[in-house]
Nanobody
């Protein structure tokens, strides 16, 4: 399983570092994606990192503001979020995938679409990020 942490109330323009710690399995052979879900909205993928060369992808809405990284030695994935906006308010989840891979020939939108969510092997329970003044 994953345990996410780091979510909190933050002012617009602020920054946070979200963590996703795995237990019971090692992340080394998995691509990892961060998702978010705002109230009344569908779950959307915001970033992914491949297992092999640590290639990354980002949703257009967060590109340049969010950075995904992984530390296989610590069995943990991070999402650095900055220049936060009110529309970033959501529960943030991480998920591990051994099939889709965050590959160069796939888009993030495809890999994190609702029709592909069943392909993710492990999920966390989420951490709440609220952006408000």
């Amino acid at each position: 399983q994953f345990v996410e942490s780091g979510g909190t109330l933050v002012q617009p323009g602020g920054s946070l570092r979200l963590s996703c710690a795995a237990s019971g399995f090692t992340i080394e052979h998995y691509a990892i994606a961060w998702f978010r879900q705002a109230p009344g909205k569908e779950r959307e993928g915001v970033a992914c990192v491949a297992s092999t060369d640590s290639g990354t992808k980002y949703a257009d809405s967060v590109k340049g503001r969010f950075t995904i990284s992984r530390d296989n030695a610590k069995n943990t994935v991070f999402l650095q979020v900055s220049s936060l906006k009110s529309e970033d308010t959501a529960v943030y989840y991480c998920a591990a995938d051994s099939f889709l891979g965050c590959r160069d020939d796939n888009t993030l939108e495809y890999e994190t679409s609702s029709s592909n969510l069943w392909k993710y092997d492990y999920w966390g329970e989420g951490t709440q990020v609220t952006v408000s003044s």
